[in-house]
DNA sequence: TTGAAAGCGCTAACAT
DNA sequence: ATGTTAGCGCTTTCAA
């Protein structure tokens, strides 16, 4: 592996000219250039990162903390997220935290460690305090998260607009026992999501059963239990809010095998638009959030606060997720016959 | 930032020491040894990854190239691949190369600035005279791919007994026109594949007809269009192996518009077992993969290379593919009745 | 058991 | 326009 004194040597120049000439500097003769880029051809040259990263203190590359990267969402998220990055000149870190506050910890580290410049958060595991002292050391976004009194730039949807938006969509089609479902992961973006919908339910002089709330639920089988779980109330909903695709697959899956009429017994809404959504029968009515604005977003914001070494700002970058409307929310045909 | 002279400084002791104790080095007496800890903890010292780098010439990184990981499999193989690079110290950084020869190469170089201390490659784009020229620089692993004539280890499904397998199944369940979709991608993996299932037909004295070969299906929408352009065929295939379970899913969903019986009037294989699969109706015959077997064999594999400094070596990690047997693929009624 | 000193490969003052 | 030199933070001979 040749280094810049090999090709100063070669060139006959020294290393800080190859240098120039590597970094687009100005203050070097068309005619040293030339010979040093020779050098560097001849020699197959390539300049070490690792001495560029202690040299400049910066290493170019950015970390992404995720839960899991096989969620669809985020492997959505991340696939946006690494060519922003590729573009910039930045490689991307991969993190799955596996929802552990010391997994989270210890990724968080590289940042003290100066491995990475910047660090992006798709969710949060520890408290805010702990993760707050490590703004010493560099600049930290949250992308898919909330929390009011961090001082950092939060990439977000306005999950109190997402919960209001699809509770009123379910009234509008004549519900009134809507059932609602959370993956038992508290933040402060499900907990704005569920007051949200529970407004709407208010504003129509509903008032929101807590039986009607199903907790940690995500997978496809976590619906077909919840299905089951339904069926037993005393009073079963006409509709479910599922808070993700893979539960309202569960629940549609099971209700069919019931022998269940969808969407006539049952409403459906899903939540992330997953391709599974226009598959399954009938189609799910879903939430659509704009994973590639908010992924493109998050990494203009860090790249400017490590180029601004400004570790610490409050800025708020709202989105708004949009309803899909498909089969499984179409007005009920029982409810059109007695109207 | 504190460093090492910081902490020596204030212990009273040298740099040397220091490293010593952060090294776990022998031969620094327990006193001591205290000393420079509760420097360190006083400091909140972290050791910096770039120098240590320099100094050590490795990076503790890992380079994973992957062609768009949003794909169900690359985000499952990513997925236990970070599990297992965490596990062992090491970082994983994600390079997408979008089936760009040119990304692909830019990729590689990483290998050549030294930020990564390996490469796992999923995909090949480059002609292998190309890629084997990064070998000088330190070692790649195949994990999901094979170059025949490529001097490096690889990590893999036997292809070859994949589609014999497949061809094989559809041919006890009765069926002798059978469709065959590939997505496109051209490799040895590929090729195998297709001639394994070839080879199973032969045998059973049938002659794959090239017509009956659907290229570049991957998607959903490629399934929808694929169960058109079948429909026009002047003999209809009773079965077809859709080489993804998208594309199952995509001749499923327009079959079933089209007023078809499944299995009866088709009988479809997908690939892959995702999630799916046992969602939609007919539940679907699937390729189930040994993604986390697969992923940790390429970890070891590539730890192994670094540590012994050995990138080239001829190594084949074979493993085999299962066949998930379901409701797409069942006993055909009017087989069964005229038999 | 501990320390002094050299050096990994690069960039940027500073000098010329 | 080009070169000299110091130093980023760490580890490792080598010497004591």
Sequence with gaps: MSTIEDVARLAGLSRTTVSRVLNDHPYVSDEKKKLVQQAMEHLGYVPNSAARSLRNQK?????????????????????????????????????????????????????????????????????????????????????????????????FINQTKSGYMIAKHLLERGHKHIAYCSNGYISEGMTARKEGFIKALAEAGIHF???????????????????????????????????????AAGIISEAKKAGWSLPDDLAIVGYDNMELTEIIEPMVTTVILPVEEMASKAMDVIYEKIHKKQFRSFEKHEFASKLALRDSTMFRRNLVATS
């Design 59 to 155: 290493s170019q590359i950015i970390a992404v903390l995720i839960p899991k990267i096989s969620t669809p969402f985020f492997s959505q998220l991340i696939e946006i997220l690494e060519m922003a990055a590729s573009a910039k000149g930045y490689q991307l870190i991969i993190c799955q935290t596996q929802f552990s506050k010391q997994k989270e910890r210890s990724y968080l580290n590289l940042l003290k460690t100066k491995q990475v410049d910047g660090v992006i958060m798709t969710s949060i595991e520890n408290d805010w305090s702990i993760i707050d002292s490590y703004l010493n050391y560099g600049p930290i976004v949250l992308c898919n998260e909330v929390v009011e009194q961090a001082e950092i730039p939060m990439v």
């Design 209 to 247: 059963q807590s039986k009607l709330h199903f907790e940690r639920v995500s997978t496809v089988n976590d619906g077909k239990h919840i299905f089951r779980e339904m069926e037993n109330l005393n009073i079963c909903p006409t509709a479910i809010f599922t808070g993700s695709d893979a539960v």
